[in-house]
């Protein structure tokens, strides 16, 4: 057998994987125009075994070839079982939202928050622009969900027991899937659980226009209420004015709420596009653990990382460098599979271009060095 050679990089490489390409040439992603159009639930589509067991192939033949962490939280021999539970029956047929949540759980299985299934984007303009979905803005804590706004129909900080006679715990192991994160770090797939709840229900179970929803007050009370279900624009508004854990115009911030404590706040581990670059954060960091140091008054620090939405090792690792109480190793290199870009013909236009695609390939080659 001929040994698959492994390429050394100290870039990262991560794959996200858009599937059920089998209605892509069939429905053309562009906004719904008309009221029939947006009527049509796309995801109620039918799918022949033939097409979707071909994808599941060709999902399974992509993940092993591109993924360079397949195998770090479950084998590939539970991977291809995965794969193979999922198969269609010669003969049947299987909704496409079905089939969907059946690749979103395959992806899944990896633990890789770069890693995730994407339903096809005719229905995510659908879902976008035509679609009513859940209008109540909702926080976990402790896996449990409570509403994060002061002028829904519910109130703030009641926690939720059932949305349509369905229990909430059984609603969060359907989506869970559709928001994937490292390992096994589930506050934060809780934390952005909360922000995607709305389209996520609504991919999962399909549009509901009006919502029974029971939930337990501060008081201890139990009730029911009705709503009604909110465009995307309108949830958009929403979500821009929760109650709680809103988007900080500051990325990192730094007070001191009491006289032994220093609260510092972390929204995200990138630099540049977009966010502040790294001189900015190491200032920050290195200016924060230096003021701790220099009095006896500090003894408690709060680190608050609950918005934080990633970015690169560096800026992770230079920050536990203040944490650690003994040396510590740092990664300094990682392994890809190949140094080119599998499968480049299934690549989606939708998703990114020609050029991209050559960018990427090319700096692979570049980056990637074979190792002996």
């Known amino acids: 057998m001929m040994k698959r050679k492994r390429f050394v990089s100290v870039v990262s490489f991560a794959v996200a994987v858009f599937c059920c390409g089998v209605l892509a040439e069939k429905v053309h992603a562009v906004k719904p125009r008309t009221s029939e159009d947006r009527q049509i639930d796309l995801l109620q589509r039918n799918v022949p075994a033939e097409a979707a067991n071909a994808d599941l192939e060709m999902l399974q033949k992509i993940m092993v070839e591109m993924h360079p962490g397949l195998d770090i939280y479950a084998t590939q021999k539970q991977f291809a079982a995965l794969v193979e539970q999922s198969r269609v029956q010669a003969g049947d047929t299987i909704k496409l939202r079905e089939f969907f949540m059946r ?5 899944d299985l990896v633990r890789c928050g770069h890693t995730y299934a994407s339903v096809p984007l005719a229905c995510q303009m659908k879902l976008q622009y035509a679609t009513k979905m859940f209008p109540v803005p909702l926080m976990f804590i402790d896996q449990k969900a409570y509403v994060n ?36 770090v589930n506050t934060f797939r809780y934390q952005f659980l909360g922000e995607m709840f709305s389209i996520s229900y609504a991919t999962a179970y399909g549009e509901t226009k009006e919502f029974q929803v029971k939930y337990r007050t501060l008081k201890g009370e139990t009730n029911t209420a009705k709503v009604t279900g909110v465009s995307s624009h309108r949830l958009e508004q929403l979500m821009e004015s929760v109650a709680l854990g809103g988007r900080e115009h500051e990325a990192y911030r730094m007070s001191r709420p009491r006289e032994d404590t220093v609260l510092m706040a972390i929204d995200t581990f990138d630099n540049g ?38 970015g690169y090792t560096r800026s992770e690792m230079f920050l536990y460098s203040f944490l650690a109480n003994k040396p510590f190793k740092e990664m ?41």
Do not use: W
């Open 103 to 107: 690749c979103a759980r395959i992806t």
């Open 273 to 310: 596009q977009g966010s502040p670059p790294f001189r900015a954060y190491r200032k920050l960091i290195t200016k924060a653990f230096a003021m701790m140091h220099q009095t006896d008054a500090i003894t408690n620090l709060i680190l608050d990382l609950r918005q934080n939405d990633g």
């Open 149 to 184: 706004h002061h002028h829904a129909k519910i109130p703030c900080g009641a926690e939720v027991l059932s949305i349509n006679s369905v229990a909430v715990d059984e609603i969060v192991q359907v989506l869970m899937p559709l928001v994937t994160g490292d390992g096994y």
């Open 332 to 372: 300094a290199s990682g392994h890809t599979n190949r140094n080119s870009i599998a499968f480049r013909e299934l690549l989606s236009r939708n998703y990114q271009s020609r050029g991209v695609i050559k960018y990427f390939d090319r700096r692979l080659q570049r980056e990637m060095v074979a190792e002996d």
